[in-house]
Each structure stands twice: as C-alpha cells, then as structure tokens.
Antibody, heavy 116, light 108 residues
Framework: QVQLVQSGAEVKKPGASVKVSCKAS????????INWVRQATGQGLEWMGW????????GYAQKFQGRVTMTRNTSISTAYMELSSLRSEDTAVYYC?????????WGQGTLVTVSS | SYELTQPLSVSVALGQTARITCGGN??????VHWYQQKPGQAPVLVIY???NRPSGIPERFSGSNSGNTATLTISRAQAGDEADYYC???????????FGTGTKVTVL
C-alpha cells in the first residue's frame, strides 16, 4: 500500500534552517510529483511547492521563493523539503503529498516549531 | 493571485444534506479537488476533478462545478462527517496550487 512517512518533530531557533524528509513506499517513487503543504495551528492549508522526483525539477510558491529547497534521493525513495531563515510564523505542521494530481496520498505531518 | 473563497462554517442536521461552496473567478474552467481534514489528521481526498470519488469514499459525497462556484455536497450527513473541508485548484497563471479558505462542517 502507498505510504509517505515523514521525519519527526523539530524545534529550531529563528534564523536557522530545517530539513524535513518524506519516505515513499508502495509505488514507483519517480512516477508521481511530491508536493509540500503546511498548516499553522488553527489555520488553513498552504501549498509550498512541488518536485518531480524523476527529473528533480521543482516549482515553488512565490511566497517561499528563495527560502525553500525541495530535493530527493531516488535510491531511497525519499523527498526532502528544506526551509531556511526560519521565523516564528513558520511554526506549523508540514505535510508531503503525492500528486497524481490531485493529492491522493499524504504523509502524517511534521511539526516544526520556531522559538528562541 | 487566484483566490478561492469558502464559508467559514456549515451546520447540518444529522441525516440531512450539507452543501459547501468554493468560489473563484471562472472556477468552472478548472479542475476542483476537495479534501476532508479531521482534527490532528492529514487531509484526505474526497472528490477529485470536480465530481469523481476516490475508492473508499462513500457515495454520499458528490461534487459539481460551474461558472464561479464549485460545490461539495454531503448527503445523509453522519457524525463522522464533521471535519474541515478544503477545495483546491491548479492556477496556471501562478503555476501553482491554491487551496480554499476551508469550511468547518458541524453535524447537529
């Protein structure tokens, strides 16, 4: 069965970077894009960007341009999302999601807390 | 940028029909997807490309899309349908996905 398993919760200081992983199983990793979506507590879903695991091509929401980097390691079927220059407003749960499209499978979410 | 507007909340009596709207400029020309999210859980796809149900989603969930409004309909609402619901489209002008503002559904 298709599964996306994300790395554990992180606590970071303002100005630092965080890298979240998303390990895929149950399907051919390079056949579907991986998207990243975040959700602050009590807020809605916010799309951050996509990555094609086959080519490595990426597309980022304008809001995150210059601060986010999405990469992958095809040998271990894992996608990564790195967000830099963290600020308190980046405190949120970060999800990876496979897109066929639409977003048919989601990871369990990773809580990233930014606090001094 | 493209915006999708949803009502903040919708209440429905047990066993009745709930309709959740998603408004956007000429949204009828786009493919709309709907997600259900329960507290503490990841979103789940309930309708894709306007009106298609993924396997495992009850027939009580249906969707439509025309003009400037897409609608998710939940028939014979059950207590287990209480959740937040989000619409989503791909916006070709910004080359990115857009989520609606989200609607909290309460079953009375």
């Amino acid at each position: 069965q298709v599964q996306l398993v994300q790395s554990g919760a992180e606590v970071k200081k303002p100005g630092a970077s965080v890298k979240v992983s998303c390990k895929a199983s149950g399907y051919t990793f390079t056949s579907y894009d991986i998207n990243w979506v975040r959700q602050a507590t009590g807020q809605g879903l916010e799309w951050m960007g996509w990555m094609n695991p086959n080519s490595g091509n990426t597309g980022y929401a304008q809001k995150f341009q210059g601060r986010v980097t999405m990469t992958r390691n095809t040998s271990i079927s894992t996608a990564y999302m790195e967000l830099s220059s963290l600020r308190s407003e980046d405190t949120a749960v970060y999800y990876c999601a496979r897109s066929s499209p639409p977003f048919d499978y989601w990871g369990q979410g990773t809580l990233v807390t930014v606090s001094s | 940028s493209y915006e999708l507007t949803q009502p903040l909340s919708v209440s429905v009596a047990l066993g009745q029909t709930a309709r959740i709207t998603c408004g956007g400029n000429n949204i009828g020309s786009k493919n709309v997807h709907w997600y259900q999210q329960k507290p503490g859980q990841a979103p789940v796809l309930v309708i894709y490309r306007d009106s298609n149900r993924p396997s495992g989603i009850p027939e009580r969930f249906s969707g439509s899309n025309s003009g400037n409004t897409a609608t998710l309909t939940i028939s014979r609402a059950q207590a287990g349908d209480e959740a937040d619901y989000y619409c989503q489209v791909w916006d070709s002008s910004t080359v990115g996905y857009v989520f609606g503002t989200g609607t909290k559904v309460t079953v009375l």
